[in-house]
């Protein structure tokens, strides 16, 4: 039924016809509905049934055990910071309710921005943003003025990623950059030890102790109120909405390695980036800090959520395989340094990241230039 | 057979409509054809007119560039029409053929006693030179060239393909008499072979050729990748290769003095009623398996392989390189949110986004729907895993959309042609046309010099 709707709008969105200026928004409602028709015209006759949708989908599937535990750890945060008695559902509807509005202005806008470019292109509408409207709000914090989202993900949109000329051509990981944006823009509102558990700026008259994450604690050197590790794995700690639980993450990177979306070599080497300096700086300790046992950093702050969402983002990540053991490895030792000797910034891998997201294309350079010069070597061997 | 080459980049595509290994008479085929559009970078120049009675080995047009390379008729009969396109561009001779099949005579001779010269000669005017390609652009191969080798590989393990120990059977004697012949063009001559080869097979007796076993998944069989693994084509150097069904043709050419292009091909696919090989003479129309073909759904009739075959139409001819009829049912239809559907069993992927990896043997039925919508490169590292070179497919790519000579020629295009890429076209999420870029960039390389 819904197809005999579509066949008979079509003409009117046809190029010339009379909503042909929407001929990109049609295309993408339609082809979202149905898989369209086209076939094959050179080349392969038959093609693999896997496209962007579907990867973008398997993505958004990974991503929704984040989402959940983000949900309900914001409802139990606020619970435990007000003493106040809620049971599982209650708080995970109050986590809820204060998540929904922030992922629907991330998607209004950004896809709203997304369809006016494809339009004036007369493209495709594409899918990344399926998945960066997704990523922004879970690397909110819970509190943030909805406002500031849309500016940020209009900023994402259009300078990260729009200007570069859309998916698949952008430098920067879009959805960091919404938080970068925010960061250096409304720093208040990202960091500190009040924006991290819902209710806390609004003033309530409630004495509490704090909101601090883990990672704030760490750096302004109380490593002795730390939490416990197994609340930091399964994330029984204030953060961003999505990161918190190490174990919800963990969830998303066996769906995105077991589909084979993500790169392994990327998560492996952050990791291994991570332990690496984390050793070493624990040989080298001069303060409690550095002296911190490293996998305490595996699941503080944005770590694992950069590592399996963030880092891996095939666009903005470096594209050789050797290059993306070296790309994966310096996030790992960048966070760690930006973390510990960077009173400033307390969470390093929303800087790493970015960083690495601006070299990957300079490490690529030098795996291709590598290639080149094995393939010029071969000459004399077989003469 | 003691070298044994592993691939393991690649895909083996388990299609419905294998072959069965039986050999069935066809119907005497109506017309043949003989298309320069087989021929990459050919300018032919029409050598017959309309209503013109040829032989089977009469030219039909030669190569203006290589004017002493003749493209010659596979049967005699009558040149019924002569199909032209955009821009008159030649698009096929048709020949209506004669009730019994005559032949241009060629002295027949000792070739151990020729010199190369005198071979050369020999095949081109039999109308045999046309067989040799030359990597790189998998162009046909100029008379003057010397190459470094002659590769022929002895398998094809494209979906659907015919199974070549099936084909050649009976063959030993003309192949054997073939690989003379191309030993005196060049003293290293290399066979690529399965190593699932059948007991059956001729390669067994056959001498004089340095064989190679290759195991792994497709494109293992592709001359390509053989070339790559055996000997790789460097900047300047120049290879030949020549399909195994060629080299009985110069067999034949060689011992009989005829241009004998009759061979055994497999009609496959998931709309053939019996999929099985028949003995046919190059270029015969498709319409003459029609019968086999079911009628009940629109179809595309592919002249090769689905990776990397021409659609010619249902009545349209056999390619000259191909040893196949690949049918298939045409995909223009909408599926309502296919792409979200967990399961989506009817349809094959190669990744793990859907479920069809769990079952490696069950044969797909795939028709020609593209399954999306183009868009640019997004996901990394997926061509890598089908395609066992050491080439970077998407920097070769891309240097090729950018039209930057010097960069196509670092990353190696001249190792490739485009059907060692078609597994990347394939599986490509973003719907990128691989092949067609390829062949862009190989054209630009040729017409630079």
């Known amino acids: 039924m819904l197809r005999n709707i579509l066949n008979r709008l079509r003409p009117s969105f046809e190029k010339g016809a009379r909503f042909g200026f929407l001929h990109s928004t049609f295309e993408a409602f339609e082809s979202f509905a149905f898989v369209p028709n086209t076939t094959t015209r050179s080349g392969v006759h038959v093609r693999d049934c896997n496209d962007l949708k579907r990867v973008m989908t398997v993505v958004i599937v990974a991503l929704m055990p984040a989402l959940f535990f983000g949900c309900w750890n914001i409802g139990y945060q606020h619970a435990h910071t007000f003493g106040l008695e809620m049971t599982f559902w209650s708080m995970w509807i109050y986590g809820f309710l204060r998540v929904l509005p922030i992922i629907i202005v991330s998607y209004v806008v950004g896809l709203g921005i997304e369809f006016t470019a494809a339009q004036l292109r007369g493209h495709e509408v594409n899918e990344g943003f399926l998945v960066t409207g997704m990523l922004i709000p879970l690397i909110m914090p819970v509190d943030v003025p909805l406002w500031m989202v849309g500016l940020a993900t209009a900023f994402a949109v259009i300078i990260g990623k729009e200007i570069f000329g859309g998916t698949g051509m952008n430098i920067f990981n879009p959805a960091l950059l919404a938080r970068a944006f925010i960061f250096f823009s409304y720093p208040s509102h990202i960091s500190g030890d009040r924006v991290w558990v819902a209710g806390l700026q609004s003033p309530s008259g409630v004495e509490v102790t704090t909101g601090a994450t883990p990672l704030a604690e760490a750096a302004a050197g109380h490593i002795d109120r730390l939490p416990s590790m197994a609340d930091l794995f399964f994330g029984f700690i204030p953060g961003s909405i999505g990161e918190t639980s190490t174990l919800a993450v963990l969830i998303g990177a066996v769906i995105l390695l077991y589909t084979g979306v993500a790169s392994w070599k990327i998560m492996f080497s952050c990791v291994a980036g991570l332990l690496a300096t984390g050793f070493l700086m624990n040989w080298l300790a001069v303060n409690p800090y550095m002296s911190l046992p490293p996998y305490y950093h595996l699941c503080m702050g944005g770590f694992a959520f950069g590592a399996v969402f963030m880092a891996t983002d095939p666009v903005t990540a470096a594209q050789t395989e050797i290059g993306k053991w070296l790309y994966g490895f310096l996030i790992g030792v960048l966070t760690m340094l930006i973390r510990v000797f960077n009173e400033g910034y307390p969470e390093g891998m929303m800087l790493a990241i970015l960083l690495m997201n601006a070299f990957a294309p300079l490490i690529d350079h030098y795996v291709v230039a590598s290639h080149i010069r094995r393939r010029l070597k071969r000459i004399p061997a077989n003469v | ?449």
């Open chain 2, 1 to 449: 057979m003691s070298n044994v080459i592993r691939i393991r980049k690649g895909l083996t595509l388990s299609l419905k409509g294998k072959a069965e290994k039986v050999l069935s008479k066809l119907p005497a085929a109506m017309a043949y054809a003989l298309k320069p559009g087989d021929f990459p970078h050919l300018t032919p120049h029409l050598l017959v007119g309309e209503g013109d009675e040829v032989l089977a080995g009469t030219p039909l047009f030669n190569d203006k560039r290589l004017p002493e390379i003749r493209y010659v008729s596979p049967v005699s009969g009558v040149v019924s029409a002569i199909v032209r396109g955009e821009k008159r561009r030649l698009l096929a001779v048709v020949v209506k053929p004669s009730a019994t099949q005559e032949y241009v005579q060629h002295n027949v001779a000792d070739v151990s006693a020729l010199s190369r010269e005198q071979v050369i000669s020999l095949l081109l005017a039999g109308g045999a030179w046309p067989f040799i390609r030359q990597r790189p652009y998998g162009t046909v191969a100029n008379p003057s060239d010397a190459p470094k080798a002659i590769f022929i590989s002895g398998f094809d393990s494209a979906p659907l393909a015919p199974d070549t120990d099936f084909t050649l059977m009976g063959e030993a004697a003309t192949f054997q008499k073939g690989i003379e012949v191309l030993r005196k063009l060049s003293d290293k001559l290399y066979l690529g072979l399965s190593d699932e080869i059948a007991a059956t097979s001729i390669f067994h007796k056959i001498k004089d050729v340095e064989k190679i076993v290759f195991k792994g998944p497709h494109p293992a069989g592709n001359t390509g990748v053989q070339i790559h693994h055996i000997s790789p084509i460097n900047k300047g150097e120049k290879v030949w290769t020549i399909d195994p069904q060629h080299v009985i043709a110069i067999g034949r050419l060689a011992l009989r003095g005829v241009y004998d292009v009759s061979k055994v091909i497999a009609l496959a696919g998931s709309e053939v009623k019996h999929p099985r090989y028949f003995r046919i003479i190059a270029g015969v129309a498709v319409s003459t398996v029609s019968d086999y073909v079911n009628t009940s759904g629109r179809c595309r009739y592919i002249s090769g392989s689905v990776l990397t075959g021409a659609n010619v139409g249902a009545d349209g001819y056999l390619g000259f390189y191909d040893n196949a009829i690949t049918v298939v049912p045409e995909g223009d239809k909408y599926e309502f949110l296919g792409w979200a559907n967990p399961l989506r069993q009817h349809r094959y992927s190669a990744s793990r986004s859907y479920l069809s990896w769990m079952f490696p043997y069950k044969e797909y039925t795939l028709d020609t729907n593209i399954n999306g919508g183009e868009r640019a490169f997004v996901l990394t590292g997926v061509y890598e895993k089908v395609l066992p070179m050491d080439i970077l497919p998407v920097y070769l790519l891309k240097a090729i959309l950018a039209g930057d000579i010097d960069r196509m020629e670092q990353l190696g295009i001249y190792e490739v042609v485009e059907e060692d890429l078609a597994l990347c076209e394939f599986v490509c999420p973003s719907k990128i046309p691989v092949q067609d870029i390829l062949r862009k960039g190989i054209d630009l390389m040729i017409n630079n010099g």
